[in-house]
């Protein structure tokens, strides 16, 4: 693996068996689906879809919460998905989650430097005295005060449980975190100051980040590349401005057509592309290009053949037999 490259997923599968339909069927739903991605040392990768298109999945399964049902995932040149749980647990230091919704992930019985403190505690990072000295400096980075170390989450506010979700991954000064749709329960005055704080940490901790998101306004602030996620599988890869500016997905193309600009008032307005239904019943897919049956530009092809996630010569990834706003 190049040095550059902290993580790298090849073909990452992930499958469920749900039962309980008629006479005990069984169904299978493929929620990642041959996911390709490389993340950079230093960068913020984004992730934007959907509800529905595997992020959160892909996110569980890049930290390992999840196994995956095929593929491999490489972490720092080592491929975590044959380690043990024993031999995984040195490794998970440097590779953290934080979770969606603040609310469901403190939990309600425990003081929050407690919570702080538990991934310490558990891979027998220092003395107690040590381990709640680093509770309370994770606190001050956070912008939280000391003080708050013996208070309960429900004593907070959504914002500032965040913070404390934040501060919990950091506690084991990883190199990557994961931020699975972090700001997407909060209020829109919240989020700046969340995401402000998390560019920030970034800069002051050399952190490398997974940002997941359906908004991509958020994502485009806060990435340097972009992979955009349709039905579990990466459709378009590419640096997030060229990525925003000139998309070459059909879907892509239409998630960014009803993007408020606020910024670029003398730029050329987007024509607003309407994606007609919903997301397919991902144990029931398409057959060729899952996106066709939404597609307006698809065709006969786009039926029967499934497009790969090919380089083009913009550098630009993209999964589609047709890509949009090519020069000629």
Known sequence: MPDDILLRGTNIVKTFVLRGGAMGSKRVVTAVNGVDLEVRRGETFGIVGESGCGKSTLARCLVQLQPVTSGSIEFDGVDITTLSRRAMRPIRRNLQLVFQDPYASLNPRRTVGDIVADPMRVNKVGTKDEIMDRVGELFVLVG???????????????????????????????????????????????????????????????????????????????????????????????????????????????????????????????????????????SDRPSGCSFHPRCPVATE???????????????RQVACHYPRNLSN
């Open 144 to 282: 939280l005060d000391k003080s708050y170390l013996n208070r309960y989450p429900h004593e907070f506010s959504g914002g500032q449980r965040q913070r404390i979700g934040i501060a919990r991954s950091l506690s084991l000064n990883p190199s990557l975190v994961i931020a699975d749709e972090p700001v997407s329960a909060l209020d829109v005055s919240v989020q700046a100051q969340v995401l402000n704080l998390m560019a920030d940490l970034q800069e002051e901790l050399q952190l490398t980040y997974v940002f997941i998101a359906h908004d991509l306004g958020v994502v485009r602030h806060v990435s340097d590349r972009v992979g955009v996620m349709y039905l579990g599988q990466m459709v378009e890869v590419g640096d997030a401005d060229d990525l925003y500016d000139l998309p070459h997905h059909p879907y892509t193309e239409a998630l960014l057509s009803v993007v408020p600009e606020l910024n670029d008032t003398d730029a050329p307005k987007r024509e607003r592309i309407l994606i007609s239904g919903d997301v397919p019943d991902p």
């Open 301 to 315: 092809k786009c039926k029967v053949e499934t497009p790969t996630l090919v380089t083009l010569t913009t550098g």
